[in-house]
């Protein structure tokens, strides 16, 4: 089975931070990895799908990239609402495996 | 506006048996394949089970295969997880989710509210 794994596991920015999140699949995926994003108390939203394709109506301040093996979910500008647990998932095959999740909180 | 409702949680004895029931609407039911995905307490996203848009395919995670089963009525806009055999570990919070396109193999673009199963004697 594909195991994922994500990096830091918790941090700590300013507002107005680019923050970066990696997570990183056993075996290649190629772009078959989403990023969701769970707000404390809330139900998780898909933020990007394909490695790099935003969702409708997510802030343009968010992206993704990567492909293979390597990922990575940056804010470039990190806002008071972005509190939350961000997590990776592959859908390569249908085995859904998530990522621990990167908890991000202002510093 | 989609809107997925999770419904029979509750308090269980491990070893019995609970069906939770995922009310769909706001899109068409029958052409997106569903999934279950829960979250123990404090923990992380734990995907549960896929079934296909038509209900002839259906994949389990390692933890609940043979225990639990999926399954649909399309004409019902429901969707189904019969749980058996539980267990405490099976503790937490069960929600259930649209996959983003007709393909199988889909990121989930929508989520109930969750409902809460608690595995305790």
């Known amino acids: 089975d594909i195991q994922m794994t994500q990096s830091p596991s918790s941090l700590s920015a300013s507002v107005g931070d680019r923050v970066t999140i990696t997570c990183r699949a056993s075996?290649?995926?190629?772009?078959?990895l989403a990023w969701y994003q769970q707000k404390p108390g809330k139900v998780p939203k898909l933020l990007i799908y394909?490695?790099?394709t935003l969702q409708s109506g997510v802030p343009s301040r968010f992206s993704g990239s990567g492909s293979g093996t390597d990922f990575t979910l940056t804010i470039s500008s990190l806002q008071p609402e972005d509190v939350a647990t961000y997590y990776c998932?592959?859908?390569?095959?249908?085995?859904?495996?998530f990522g621990p999740g990167t908890k991000v909180d202002i510093k | 506006q989609v809107q997925l409702v999770e419904s029979g949680g509750g308090v269980v004895q491990p070893g019995r048996s609970l069906r939770l029931s995922c009310a769909a609407s706001?899109?068409?039911?029958?052409?997106?394949?569903m999934h279950w995905v829960r979250q123990a307490p404090g923990k992380g996203l734990e995907w549960v089970t896929l079934?296909?848009?038509?209900?002839?395919?259906?994949y389990y995670g390692d933890s609940v295969k043979g225990r639990f089963t999926i399954s649909r009525d399309n004409s019902k806009n429901t969707l189904y997880l019969q749980m058996n055999s539980l267990r405490p570990e099976d503790t937490a919070v069960y929600y259930c989710?649209?996959?983003?396109?007709?393909?199988?193999?889909?990121?989930?673009?929508?989520w109930g509210q969750g409902i809460l199963v608690t595995v305790s004697s």
């Open positions: 079934i296909s848009y038509d209900g002839s395919d259906k």
């Open positions: 989710a649209k996959g983003i396109s007709r393909i199988a193999v889909a990121p989930f673009d929508y």
């Open positions: 998932q592959k859908y390569n095959s249908a085995h859904f495996t």
């Open positions: 075996q290649g995926i190629s772009n078959y």
């Open positions: 706001g899109f068409t039911f029958s052409s997106y394949g």
């Open positions: 394909a490695a790099s």
